[in-house]
């Protein structure tokens, strides 16, 4: 892999990251322009040996002359295509490798422990991980190309000067006016297609969204429903698209007609050099054929240059808007209970801090969840749910109470209601990896393609299948990690709202073994469950009632709360 | 190994998409008519400049400035003709990707449930939008690039021709080594263009999935092993663009030997005419001058084959997804049959269904009559869903007979089948839309007014015009939202795959209700996890490895000790 150094967090604006993506393969982007360079002073030196060969072989009727000029072409082109051959892979690669590392970075921000605040979809997710980090990258062409095409340009006037000084200046001066012209004609052309884009994008993120609906839209019959929403997407984005293209070409006919100005206007003056006896046929071919190459890196310079930084720039506003957006759950400033890496596969009890406590004492429960602590409006009284290694506790209570809970135990911060000590150290001032390796959370959303895979035991316990299909499957694949995962703390929120009784039934039986040793909540209305549970919490708006199951069957309201 | 998504052959992808073109054939001739007027325009510019150069050997001067106003005129012309014929053939090429983007989202839309079921979410997304999308990259741009080249190209033959047969000859001298190129670069690029392709598509399909779990990877600090994973995709990626780089960039070595020996070969052509006396210094000069002229283009050409290769890579998965598809024209009414009362609604006669080889129904006979409610039970893997997809009409049986209200659902085209049986699923998708629009797709017939009812109904009555968009949606809104379609939809027969799934038992009972109250004087079937849901129904199927077992009302069930009796046992032996 090929070295890249890339820091994006200190970037402060969308132009210094661009900037810094420009510098991230200096060495990369340093060889391809020298490449590119040859290349184009190559291209540039055909016209310049076709000049002195008509001047002194063809014009002179001087065979072995042009025989040597011939040579000499053969030279020139050989340079040139090597060149390119080697300054495009190593432009590409540079590309390439920014790209990947950026990708990382936007991935891994979006991954990482301390979560986003803020909500953002999956397509917006993804957009901003493909097309935004690929244009971002593609910025890093402009370390390559432009300047290769400068030299060019650079190379050119040289040489015109050294035939006529004030057709080198006339061909400078000319050019650096086109350029500064069509980038200030271009200007709403590119506003135009930046509309485009985001269009273009729009239509992709209605196709998306169509297709992860596709069950749903076949058991309603709706799919004409949503193609119609996609067709109209379609015909807007459509039209779009016509209206840029079309300034698009106006711009382009513009650029090329004034370019055609300044060729024409540099031959004329060559032609009355030569008339005027003042320079040779092969200088007025050298002249022209220059002026008709230069063309190329100038529009290059004025229509692709600036198309490629501004988009870049737009999009290194959205990945910069991304990496900078504040966390879910901030880390803790001081690193308390800091516990190191934990032995797989479960820990032997009582080896956490709680074992440092003098002898006597009572050990600190596993887990502590102290209600109302932070002053909040559901529970007036101070109540404390506590899990003891090795025990089985279940919490009843209805959906937004119970949600909302699960919620609380997730984050874990300054900001919850609840406070959770875990070993008698408060959880909130554990940084995420110490929390996550003390404490899982396995609520609904805990599911899908990335849960660490579980060895046989657990999947056994959890009844979990290959190729998890129907709901109740996957939620038997999810509780197979959580059972597997080595937390010596454990929190199961309704792990089977969508398995069969059957097989709850199975599961239920096997829970105890499968989570020997550590403290268990299982926060549920399943009563499958609640049956092999140690003691259970009925929490209602302002009071929590304790017992075991069978004792708490005795009310009315626990009764209703099962389903 | 995941089932994957059929890959059309290259032959047939290009036999469909000259299909999608062929109506603007004339429309696409115009402009390449366009495009060889403007390349015959650029043309005059190298030629003039020979005439000029004459023009000095005779020390002509008066000529010059006619000489140069036609130059001018050429490259003006060239350049307002060389746009208006890019304007027309793209707005052609627009209109056709739009009528493939479109398409491609009907045909993933209408791909058969045995084979959508087996794919993912991401798989499917990948193929109706990135693979749209790369192939309107790949053409967009590319094929006026291709067209302008083309005509400049030939425009350039033939100037050499008019300024001398032999100038022509010369160049064509080279046309061999252009044939090597092009045949050694198309023996190994189009594979590599499928590999990259495909390289993509695992990495969007994978990062899709991250992104989607990202509350697990969260909850089992697993970042780094899931970053580990990604990096290793991504570099597969870009791997693959490496090596198409090095194929293409020896294609670009001999395509520049091939200008190089043409170069070459009008130099000395030129310069044997001229010392015979059969061309002037200024022909010579106007031949090198138009070759030079050809640097632009060849290298367009080049990068054209680039994204046509690209282009091919992904037309070929778009219209693999196309030909998978049913080829039923989409159809969402349906005249319902009448009945006479105490005819069965739903009638299955030894109904087997085998998927992918494996028997998933067996010989499964059966009659629900009108208005019952009727609970489908069952371990999972028993065959539930199945046979709710083959009354609804998503599966065909292998064998037997499957018909509601007289008709074989399976055999109805498009969305009819959906009029007679609509199925609630499993993960009720939440669109990107308002709540009332999110509503109203089950019945695009129904006025504002019975939408807002239904809004009020469901409780998500203030949210009516709220853009699910941004919402973070939680289960039970989308289960919600899922009665609420119910509701407004007017099927006959409704399936409720256990529409409660993953909700508690609270938010469960409340959604029960509403499901009682949108099925009033339907035929529903509910396929059950919870027995309180099959408690009360008025009659239950048992089902166990794809056949019913057992079939009754509750009650009589669970006193025939049987199946169900145990299922309830089980299932009531932590009940209060």
């Not at chain 2, 402009?31 to 003039?48: E, M, S, T, Y």
């Not at chain 2, 300024?163 to 000859?169: D, G, N, Q, V, Y």
């Not at chain 2, 050694?184 to 590599?192: I, S, T």
């Amino acid at each position: 892999m090929t070295p890249v150094a890339l820091r994006i967090a200190g970037a402060r604006n969308p132009r210094a990251l661009v900037l810094r993506a420009l510098a991230a393969a200096p060495r990369l982007g340093a060889g391809a322009a020298a490449l590119m360079v040859v290349q184009q002073v190559a291209e540039f030196t055909v016209p310049v040996i076709i000049g002195l060969a008509i001047d002194h072989g063809i014009a002179a009727r001087d065979f072995g002359s042009t025989l040597g000029w011939a040579c000499l072409l053969v030279a020139d082109f050989l340079v040139l295509v090597l060149a390119a051959q080697f300054g495009s892979r190593l432009g590409l690669r540079a590309v390439e490798s920014v790209q990947h590392r950026l990708r990382l970075a936007v991935v891994g921000r979006v991954l990482a422990p301390t979560g986003i605040a803020g909500a953002r979809g999956v397509g917006e997710l993804l957009s901003i991980a493909g097309s935004d980090v690929a244009r971002l990258s593609r910025a890093v062409l402009i370390t390559v190309y432009p300047v290769a095409e400068i030299a060019a340009l650079g190379y050119a006037a040289i040489a015109l000067t050294l035939i006529w000084w004030p057709l080198g200046v006339a061909v400078f001066l000319g050019g650096l006016a086109l350029v500064l012209t069509m980038e200030l004609i271009g200007r709403p052309f590119r506003q135009r297609s930046e509309h485009e884009q985001e269009r273009i994008a729009g239509v992709t993120s209605v196709a998306a969204d169509t297709l992860t609906g596709a069950a749903t839209l076949r058991g309603f019959g709706a799919r004409d429903w949503a193609l119609a929403r996609y067709a109209a997407a379609n015909d807007e984005a459509l039209d779009a698209t016509k209206r840029s293209r079309s300034s698009e070409q106006r711009f382009v006919a513009l650029s090329r007609a004034l370019s055609a100005l300044l060729v024409v206007g540099v031959a004329v003056a060559a032609a009355g050099l030569a008339f005027a006896g003042e320079i040779t046929i092969g200088q007025l071919v050298i002249v022209v054929g220059l002026v008709q190459l230069v063309i190329g890196p100038l529009e290059a310079l004025s229509i692709n240059l600036a198309a490629v930084w501004l988009a870049a720039l737009a999009s290194a506003a959205r990945v910069l808007a991304l990496m900078q957006e504040p966390a879910a759950r901030p880390e803790p400033a001081e690193r308390v209970g800091g516990v190191g890496a934990l032995p797989a596969g479960g820990l032997p009890a009582g080896a956490l801090p709680a074992a440092a406590l003098p002898a006597g004492a009572r050990p600190l429960p596993a887990l502590e969840i102290r209600l109302g602590e932070r002053g909040h409006a559901g529970h007036r009284a101070r109540q404390v749910i506590a899990v003891d290694r090795g025990q089985l506790v279940g919490v009843v209570a209805g959906s937004s109470l119970a949600s909302a809970l699960v919620d609380e135990l997730r984050r874990c911060d300054t900001e919850t209601t609840v406070r959770v000590m875990l070993d008698g150290d408060d959880a909130a001032k554990l940084r995420s990896d110490a929390l996550a390796a003390r404490l899982v959370v396995a609520s609904g959303r805990i599911a899908g393609a990335s849960l660490p895979p579980a060895p046989a035991a657990a999947r056994l316990a959890a009844q979990a299948v290959e190729a998890p299909h129907s709901g109740g499957e996957h939620q038997r694949a999810a509780l197979a990690a959580a059972l597997a995962s080595p937390a010596p703390v454990l929190v199961l929120h309704e792990p089977t709202s969508a398995v069969d009784p059957v097989t709850e039934r199975l599961i239920a039986d096997a829970l105890r073994t499968a989570t020997a040793g550590r403290a268990v909540l299982i926060v549920t209305t399943a009563p499958a469950l609640l049956a092999v549970t140690d003691e259970v919490h009925l929490l209602e708006e302002h009071t929590v009632s304790r017992g075991s199951h069978h004792d708490l069957l005795g009310i009315a309201s626990y009764r209703g709360l099962l389903r | 190994m995941s089932p994957s998504l059929p890959l059309a052959s290259a032959a047939r992808s290009r036999r469909w998409l000259l299909s999608r073109v062929r109506p603007l054939v004339w429309r696409l001739l115009g402009a390449l008519l366009l495009f060889v007027v403007a390349a015959a325009a650029g043309l005059i510019f190298p030629l003039a400049l020979g005439r000029l150069v004459d023009a000095v050997e005779r020390d002509d001067a008066g000529a010059a400035f006619a000489i140069a106003g036609v130059a001018l005129a050429g490259l003006l012309v060239a350049a307002v003709i060389g746009a208006a014929a890019a304007v027309v053939l793209t707005f052609g090429l627009e209109a056709v990707l739009a009528d493939i983007r479109l398409r491609a989202v009907a045909a993933a839309l209408g791909l058969p449930a045995s084979i959508s079921d087996g794919v993912s979410a991401g798989q499917l997304t990948s193929r109706g939008s990135d693979d749209v999308d790369a192939l309107r990259e790949a053409i967009a741009g590319p094929i006026p690039a291709l067209a302008s080249s083309a005509a400049a190209i030939a425009m350039t033959l033939a100037g050499l021709f008019a300024l001398h047969p032999a100038f022509l000859a010369a160049v064509l001298v080279v046309v061999p080594v252009h044939v090597c190129a092009v045949r050694a670069y198309l023996r190994r690029a189009p594979r590599l263009y499928d590999a990259e392709r495909g390289a993509v598509a695992r990495r969007s399909a994978w990062l899709y999935e991250a992104l989607r779990s990202r509350e697990t990877i969260r909850a089992y600090a697993s970042a780094a092993r899931v970053q580990g994973r990604f990096s290793r995709k991504s570099w597969a990626v870009v791997r693959c663009a490496l090596s198409i780089r090095i194929v293409q960039s020896r294609f670009f070595l001999r395509l520049g030997i091939a200008e190089m020996l043409g170069t070459v070969a009008l130099l000395l052509t030129g310069h044997a005419l001229v010392a015979a006396g059969q061309a002037t210094v200024g022909e010579a000069t106007s031949a090198l001058l138009v070759m030079l002229a050809l640097f632009a283009p060849m290298s367009g050409l080049l990068l054209v084959f680039d994204d046509l290769l690209a282009a091919s890579a992904a037309l070929r998965r778009v219209v693999g997804v196309v030909d998978a598809a049913a080829s039923a024209e989409p159809s969402s009414t349906l005249e319902l049959p009448r009945r006479g009362p105490g005819e069965p609604v739903v009638a299955l006669s030894r109904a087997t269904l085998d998927l992918a080889g494996v028997p998933v129904i067996r010989d499964v006979t059966v009659e629900i009559a009108p208005g019952q409610i009727v609970a489908i039970v069952g371990a999972s893997g028993a065959g539930k869903t199945s046979l709710a997809k083959l009354i609804a009409g998503q599966l065909a049986p292998t064998s037997g007979r499957v018909e509601v209200l007289g008709r074989a659902p399976s055999q109805l085209p498009g969305d009819a089948a959906a009029c007679l049986v609509t199925v609630v699923d499993q993960h009720p998708h939440v669109f990107e839309a308002t709540l009332a629009e999110n509503l109203q797709l089950a019945n695009p017939a129904a006025g504002a007014g019975a939408v807002r009812d239904v809004a009020e109904r469901i409780g998500l009555g203030a949210m009516a015009q709220l853009d699910l968009s941004d919402a973070r949606t939680d289960g039970a809104l989308s289960h919600r939202l899922a009665v609420g379609r119910a509701l407004l939809r007017q099927a006959p027969v409704m399936v409720f795959d256990e529409a409660t799934a993953g909700v508690d038992a609270a938010e469960a009972r409340e959604l029960d209700g509403l499901i009682r109250a949108a099925c009033t004087g339907r035929t529903v079937l509910m396929i059950a996890h919870r027995l309180s849901q099959a408690e009360s129904c008025d009659r239950v199927l048992v089902m166990d490895c794809g056949s019913i077992v057992e079939d009754g009302p509750p009650e009589a069930l669970r006193a025939a000790g049987g199946p169900y009796a145990r299922l309830w046992e089980a299932w009531a032996a932590g009940a209060p």
